[in-house]
């Protein structure tokens, strides 16, 4: 499968953003579904992961209450909807998939997509 994340840019701290990824491919359905991202100098972290169905969903902490994961099976395309940002959440935000599910693990993930850029002004 290949993945194409967009949405990122420019935004005020408070601010929102939604990224979207879209999946090539009708596998999509049997992916569980994950976002990370890498802040200058700092290596990659977990952000969400959703299940193939939906129905379970994990955030590191940091974004907890902030950020939602969804997905749309039908237009083959995960979400991250990313309110109250902050400076911090500055960061390249990747996309990926994984056949065993969701998982905290981007060692677990088989696919990536290229990134796309957050930047959060203060």
């Known amino acids: 499968v290949q993945l194409q994340a967009s949405g990122g840019g420019l935004v005020q701290a408070g601010g929102s953003l939604r990224l979207s990824c879209a999946a090539s491919?009708?596998?999509?359905?049997?992916?569980?579904m994950g976002w990370f991202r890498q802040a200058p100098g700092k290596e990659r972290e977990f952000v969400a992961t959703?299940?193939?169905?939906?129905?379970?969903?994990y955030y590191a902490d940091s974004v907890k209450g902030r950020f939602t994961i969804s997905r749309d099976n039908a237009k083959n395309t995960v979400y991250l909807q990313m309110n109250s940002l902050k400076p911090e959440d500055t960061a390249v935000y990747y996309c990926?998939?994984?056949?065993?599910?969701?998982?905290?693990?981007?060692?677990?993930?088989?696919?990536w997509g290229q990134g796309t850029l957050v930047t959060v002004s203060s």
């Open positions: 491919g009708r596998a999509f359905i049997r992916y569980g």
């Open positions: 959703i299940s193939v169905s939906g129905g379970i969903r």
């Open positions: 990926a998939a994984n056949v065993g599910g969701s998982s905290r693990s981007e060692d677990e993930y088989d696919y």
